[in-house]
């Protein structure tokens, strides 16, 4: 039997809010013609169509701002020509093809009119959602992940209709969930853990999983949370429409009762609000009425890191959080959640103990280790996870082997962009050895497929030196310290 979610959680129905936004007229297409000219024109369609979204979502953002309590009856009109090619232009060129086969390019042609005859259908109700086509990709431990490739016109009207769900509940989420969220990413997430465990009085880490989240998310309550704010019934049957579209797989369409699609372009806003009355709400009443210490939380998606000044406390919110997440359909992993020593004094815990050396755990792609700097002052040290780097420096490896054949210099500028894409995430304070690691791996495999081009093709060190300082970035730190970034992002 469901429970609703407890006072604090619900939001009370107020009066029907009256969206006087008027719908935006679409401009008339024009026909496309190979001409020079024909670019600025769509350059100039791009740029009033972002204008006059920008404008109309504004007003729902502030209607959602000024009026915390109440449900938006009038919304799908937002959901218009411009929205729509805005969301096209937002899919990324190369995406999958899901089930219909239809790739970016080919729907650009004619785009004016496809959009126009979908959004007629959207608005008349005749829109209908395709079944996703199901794709794995491995995950660490060496399972896959399922995956939901969703037909390019589901992406668009999900797109759209996740642009004007994302300004009214962005008013509503908590300041602790940065996943998928707009202007918030992995590394705002990993400033604020690593702030709050060394500003305030952290003990302990809760690292929490939720098992199977994506698949094991109840449809029932999804709606329920969305219908707290959204009263346009037109929009809320979009939505039921993409979770029961199905999973197309060997040739068989498979009905799922349960899950969002992971994948789909919908899912982590349906995800965010689900966790958000599920955890977010509850977890911030009970770091007031409930802990005795210190208390800091940090969520991204699905996983969730709590530190607490007292162990009494962390166990308490560990069982309180398994019976609450019970009470919806989900549950924590029981291997990959676990409470453990960390902070500022866990070192000196650890050799009390007859320990060696305090607990780490793993949150976006790093390892989190407490260590101190050479003045003897505690740090949070963030390392690149070993098993990403290793599964990274082997699709280089095979992307090398197909390349072998290629001139030095089209493979040069191709690895410089890989090398400086890992940087970009993982060149944070405290992990210069781990690029550095990086770097001369990805030297020697490219060196070692130089010297596979033929029996005669040797490559001396000092010629592969030139190579990679002429086309590989150099291994430094280009991220600014925790500390610094989150007092510009968060002023006090």
């Not at 504004?58 to 000024?66: D, F, I, L």
């Not at 937002?90 to 999958?96: P, Q, S």
């Not at 999983?209 to 019934?233: A, M, N, P, Y």
């Not at 049957?237 to 009762?257: C, H, N, S």
């Amino acid at each position: 039997m469901m429970h609703e979610p407890e006072e604090s959680d619900s939001v009370i129905v107020a009066t029907k809010l009256v969206n006087n936004t008027e719908q935006s007229v679409a401009e008339p297409a024009e026909p496309r013609t190979e001409t020079i000219g024909n670019a600025d024109q769509q350059s100039t369609r791009r740029a009033q169509d972002r204008g006059s979204v920008s404008q109309a979502l504004e007003r729902v953002r502030q209607a959602a701002r000024q009026r915390k309590r109440e449900r938006f009856t009038a919304l799908l009109h937002h959901v218009d020509s411009a929205l729509l090619r805005t969301a096209f232009y937002a899919i990324k060129r190369d995406a999958a093809p899901g089930v219909d086969g239809m790739t970016w390019e080919t729907y650009e042609r004619d785009l004016d009119r496809k959009i126009e005859a979908l959004r007629e259908r959207v608005h008349a109700g005749t829109y209908r959602a395709q079944p996703s086509r199901r794709s794995y990709i491995p995950k660490e431990d060496g399972s896959k992940r399922p995956l939901a490739v969703t037909a390019l016109e589901d992406k668009i009207v999900q797109r759209a209709v996740a642009a004007v769900l994302s300004v009214i509940h962005e008013e509503d989420f908590l300041g602790f969930s940065y996943g998928f969220r707009p202007k918030r990413s992995q590394h705002d997430a990993l400033d604020a853990l690593i702030v709050g465990i060394s500003d305030k009085k952290v003990n302990h880490i809760l690292d929490a999983d939720i098992r199977s989240f994506f698949t094991e998310v109840s449809q029932q309550w999804v709606v329920r949370f969305l219908e707290h704010r959204i009263g346009d019934k037109r929009i809320i049957r979009l939505v039921q429409k993409w979770m029961r579209a199905g999973i197309l797989e060997d040739g068989i369409v498979t009905i799922e009762e349960e899950g969002t699609g992971q994948g789909s372009v919908i899912s982590p806003l349906l995800a965010n609000i689900y966790l958000h009355y599920v955890f977010d709400l509850w977890a911030e009443r009970w770091r007031r009425r409930e802990a005795t210490g210190d208390m800091i939380m940090v969520r991204y998606a699905d996983d969730i890191v709590v530190g607490f000044q007292h162990e009494s406390d962390a166990r308490r919110f560990w069982d309180a959080m398994r019976d609450r997440l019970r009470e919806f359909s989900l549950s924590l992993h029981p291997e990959k959640t676990r409470l453990m020593k960390f902070g500022r004094f866990a070192a000196e815990n650890c050799k009390r103990r007859g320990g060696s050396k305090p607990e780490t755990f793993k949150f976006l792609g790093f390892v989190l280790i407490c260590d101190t700097t050479r003045r003897g002052s505690f740090r949070v040290r963030r390392k690149s996870r070993s098993d990403r780097m290793r599964a990274k420096l082997r699709e280089i490896k095979e992307a090398l082997r197909r390349r072998r054949h290629r001139p030095i210099p089209e493979t040069g500028r191709w690895l410089a962009q890989v090398v400086g894409g890992y940087f970009a995430y993982h060149a944070v304070p405290t992990n210069g050895a781990a690029l550095s690691t990086f770097h001369h791996r990805v030297c020697k495999l490219w060196h070692r497929q130089l010297c596979r081009r033929s029996q005669r093709a040797i490559v001396p060190w000092s010629r592969m030196t030139k190579l990679t300082d002429e086309y590989l970035p150099k291994p430094r730190i280009l991220h600014p310290w925790p500390s610094v970034r989150f007092a510009v992002r968060h002023l006090r």
